[in-house]
């Protein structure tokens, strides 16, 4: 961290207009990957609600997977106590 910046944390749900920017108009795909990429390397952390998620952020926005934290939207119901 540099002095005097606060640490941050960005969320992302999915990386589709880097995964696949054929999905996405060229202006358009082009203005989401460079914000998406300039938050995800400012923030100190970037969280998204599944593991194939964090595997796009990290592949195609080149986040250290350290960096990355899933958390999904709710419990799962299998592995929930009775």
């Known amino acids: ?11 992302m749900h999915d990386v589709s207009f880097a995964a696949h920017p054929e999905w996405y108009g060229w202006r358009h795909g082009v203005r989401l990957r460079a914000v998406a990429r300039a938050s995800a390397h400012r923030a100190h952390t970037v969280l998204t609600l599944t593991e194939c998620s964090a595997r796009e952020i ?8 350290e960096r990355v934290r899933v958390v999904p939207l709710a419990v799962d119901y299998l592995d929930a106590p009775p």
Do not use: F
């Not at 961290?1 to 969320?11: D, H, M």
């Not at 990290?58 to 997977?65: I, K, M, N, Q």
């Open 58 to 65: 990290t592949a195609h926005l080149r986040v250290p997977r």
């Open 1 to 11: 961290l540099w002095p005097g910046r606060v640490p941050t944390v960005v969320s």
